[in-house]
């Protein structure tokens, strides 16, 4: 079973940093695509960045990319989101989740993973 769980959310002034972590406390997330998404308050669930188990090839939703950087440590079995010029409209619970069965980028980016964590509060202050 695998299960997901976040860390590193916070408070943080627009223009910082902030690194998320996801570890997987049931299987290793080794040979599984991983990703991150969010949901801002009032808004939908959206894509934020993923990675793949070959090659560690990545993907980003246009409005992170430049600024956010998806990473993996497949020794530790975790995964990282490093999110730099943070603006407040980065304010979501951002969320990790495994994709097991080997989806397009397509069918990632519109939300088709397999296991989820319960989330991990960003919140990026004006």
């Known amino acids: 079973q ?3 769980v976040e860390s590193g959310g916070g ?3 627009a223009g910082g940093s902030l690194r998320l972590s996801c570890a997987d406390s049931g ?3 080794s040979g599984y695509a991983m990703g991150w998404f969010r949901q801002a308050p009032g808004k939908e669930r959206e894509f934020v ?3 793949s188990w070959t090659w560690n090839n990545t993907y980003y939703a246009d409005s992170v990319k ?3 950087t998806i990473s993996r440590d497949n020794a530790k079995n975790t995964v990282s989101l490093v999110m730099n010029s943070l603006k407040p409209e980065d304010t ?3 969320y990790c989740a495994a994709d097991v ?3 397009s980028w397509g069918a990632i980016a519109n939300g088709g993973m397999d296991y989820w964590g319960k989330g991990a509060l960003v919140t ?3």
């Open 49 to 51: 960045a993923a990675i």
């Open 27 to 29: 299987r290793t997330v």
């Open 101 to 103: 069965h080997g989806r």
């Open 66 to 68: 430049g600024r956010f």
């Open 124 to 126: 990026v202050s004006s």
């Open 92 to 94: 979501a619970v951002y």
């Open 2 to 4: 695998v299960q997901l």
């Open 11 to 13: 408070l943080v002034q």
